[in-house]
């Protein structure tokens, strides 16, 4: 019997399908991602002067009151963590900032087969925990995980919300080196811009929206 890939035409024509598939890819998953984004911008309110006066408060809480929405923002994450390390490997960690960022990164991890890993301000975890400090407007505050919670070597992706300042998250990635795990980068739903508040992270960050405007963002 002779092997119907032996002749060399044929196996140029299974190549360049191969090819054209793999290519096509991110191109798909770019569109798919657009699309999701546009979605997700209209869903989110914006309340002025909320909680005090001259701040614009990004309220994502209509996000996950739709049951479609929701997953769009999970799919959204989903696309950008498939594309962005596609060569280097998923990450085996989300890592999770209270409180908000325990709203979507658990569904994130359960979807990627990565462990969830919660973030928390000091005093709210049992056992053993890893402590660091970050600058809020009225002084210090701390965030802990529990010493067993991310293994030496493990890749770590912290998420939350919104980044603003950069400090907390900032403090979260210093708890997953503190553990020895290999920081690999931060994803965001919301970022205000006008606070440059990635300036202050040393890892890549990504985030879906930029405050008041559409379109992913990455550096």
Same mark, same amino acid.
Request: proline share 7%; charged share 20%.
């Given at each position: ?14 190549? $360049? ?11 798909? *998953? ?11 911008? *209209?869903?989110?309110?914006?309340? !002025? ?19 479609? +929405?929701?997953g769009?923002l999970? *799919? ?7 594309t ?15 409180? *908000?960022?325990?709203?979507?990164? !658990? ?17 709210? +975890? !049992? ?5 660091? $400090? ?16 991310i293994? !030496? ?47 202050? +992270? ?6 879906? +929206? ?8 990455a550096?």
């Open positions: 019997m002779t092997d119907s890939t032996s002749s060399p035409a044929l196996r140029d024509a299974v190549h $360049s399908t191969q090819d054209t598939r793999l290519s096509s890819a991110p191109s798909s *998953r770019s569109a798919e991602l657009s699309s999701l984004t546009i979605s997700l911008r *209209r869903a989110i309110r914006q309340f !002025p002067d909320f909680p005090e006066p001259g701040i614009l408060f990004e309220d994502i809480l209509p996000i996950f009151a739709d049951p479609t +929405l929701h769009n999970i *799919r959204a994450l989903e696309l950008h963590v498939l962005t390390y596609e060569g280097a490997g998923k990450p085996d960690v989300i890592l999770g900032l209270e409180a *908000r960022g325990f709203l979507f990164g !658990p569904s994130l991890a359960l979807k990627l087969g990565a462990a969830f890993v919660p973030v928390r301000k000091k005093g709210k +975890l !049992p056992g053993p925990t890893e402590t660091a $400090s970050f600058r809020k407007e009225y002084g210090e505050d701390f965030f802990q995980v529990q010493k067993d919670a293994k !030496p070597g493990q890749k770590v992706l912290v998420v939350d919300d919104i980044i603003a300042t950069g400090g907390s998250a900032s403090a979260a990635g210093s708890l997953a080196q503190q553990l020895g795990g290999d920081l690999i980068g931060y994803a965001f739903l919301l970022e205000l811009d006008f606070l440059k508040g990635r300036q202050k +992270l040393n890892a890549p960050a990504y985030t879906l +929206l930029s405050s008041q405007e559409d379109g992913p963002k550096s």
